[in-house]
């Protein structure tokens, strides 16, 4: 997989955030972490339960990404779902799952250019896919643990779409 960028500027998420996210004891939520987010952007998700779908929206570049990673010995956890449709954002070591099925889409859904999937934990995501891989190119699924889903993994490429790279 590839190496982690050093990133432009760090901020800390915590699901009862409110701060600007400077450090761990300000943590911003993730909600107003997705908003703000822009190339280089590096956001450590300390432990707890972020509730609801996140809309991953904003591109980061390939040599920029925006990263939504776990903290170092967090648990974090998505109660709901992650819609990437921007370019380059990669999600690494969080949790999501959606035991009621309340949220409506699927736990990852990969629809763009350069999206990174890192050692995620996807499971009981309701009647959706746990992870679904869109006819994008430069995307990576690495490392993910997927189960008790409905459709666990869906992807679809055709040739002129260029390389992805499950592992």
Do not use: C
């Not at 997989?1 to 699901?15: A, D, F, H, K, M």
């Not at 903290?71 to 109660?79: E, I, N, Q, Y």
Request: hydrophobic share 35%.
């Amino acid at each position: 997989v590839r190496s982690l960028p050093e990133g432009r500027r760090t901020r800390y998420v915590s699901p009862r955030g409110t701060g600007p996210g400077s450090d761990e004891d300000w943590p911003m939520s993730l909600g107003e972490a997705v908003l703000q987010a822009r190339p280089g952007d590096r956001y450590w998700l300390l432990s707890g339960d972020y509730e609801g779908g996140y809309s991953l929206s904003a591109s980061g570049t390939a040599a920029d990404p925006i990263v939504y990673r776990a903290a170092p010995g967090a648990r974090a956890r998505v109660l709901g779902g992650l819609f990437i449709t921007g370019e380059h954002n990669w999600v690494w070591g969080l949790e999501v799952t959606d035991p009621d099925d309340s949220y409506d889409g699927d736990s990852i859904y990969a629809a763009a250019r350069g999206t990174v999937l890192v050692n995620n934990v996807l499971h009981d995501e309701g009647f959706d896919t746990s992870l679904a891989s869109w006819n994008k190119p430069d995307q990576i699924v690495y490392g993910n643990v997927v189960y008790h889903g409905h459709h666990n993994i869906y992807t679809q490429n055709t040739a002129d779409a260029g390389l992805r790279y499950f592992v």
